[in-house]
T-cell receptor
């Protein structure tokens, strides 16, 4: 079993819809949770990170962590075509780039 | 700053050949990371450097893989001999510190035939 599982999609939704992207993880020691966005033919870029459980909001994006069920989510409100990308979740027990365990990514397409 | 620069963007080589991937980190960044990305396994850390010194190479899959960082502005990842299962996108990333955001290059898409 992989330490971080992520549905690869692809996921297609109409513009303006709310998008929900999810990951599950198996290591209860994970405390830091990140979401990366990767456009086609580009490297990943950090979108958001959260520590422990709870929600974090940044504009149209909300990251949610439920440590009891080992489930992490990224919600995108009022989705735009520019949100079309692959979204990678990542977790670690320490906030260090060398410790990150990545999911395989979910490919998202927003249809105008 | 132009960001992390990787070359080449694409590489097609025959099995058994030596492949060298290159990376120029962002100036002033003390940490450099090499990742490999595949559909099946996602993004995996291969090795990382701090101040040009390799710190952890436990992610390097085999002895066929080697990485060097001769100075603060240049790193290479070498595969010798290459095999078809090495086909993947290889990313280089750099960060100012261990706990600061890592910035990724655009990657090198390697195809070994």
């Amino acid at each position: 079993q992989k330490e971080v599982e992520q549905d690869p999609g692809p996921l297609s939704v109409p513009e303006g819809a709310i998008v929900s992207l999810n990951c599950t993880y198996s290591n209860s020691a994970f405390q830091y949770f990140m979401w990366y966005r990767q456009y086609s033919r580009k490297g990943p870029e950090l979108l958001m990170y959260t520590y422990s459980s709870g929600n974090k909001e940044d504009g149209r994006f909300t990251a949610q962590v439920d440590k009891s069920s080992k489930y992490i989510s990224l919600f995108i409100r009022d989705s735009q075509p520019s949100d079309s990308a692959t979204y990678l979740c990542a977790t670690s027990s320490n906030f260090g780039n060398e410790k990150l365990t990545f999911g395989t990514g979910t490919r998202l397409t927003i249809i105008p | 700053d132009a960001g992390v620069i990787q070359s080449p963007r694409h590489e097609v080589t025959e099995m058994g050949q030596e492949v060298t991937l290159r990376c120029k980190p962002i100036s002033g960044h003390d940490y450099l990371f090499w990742y490999r990305q595949t559909m099946m396994r996602g993004l995996e850390l291969l090795i990382y450097f701090n101040n040009n010194v390799p710190i952890d190479d436990s992610g390097m899959p085999e002895d066929r893989f080697s990485a060097k960082m001769p100075n603060a502005s240049f790193s290479t990842l070498k595969i010798q001999p290459s095999e078809p299962r090495d086909s993947a996108v290889y990313f280089c990333a750099s960060s100012y510190g261990p706990n600061t955001e890592a910035f990724f290059g655009q990657g090198t898409r390697l195809t070994v035939v």
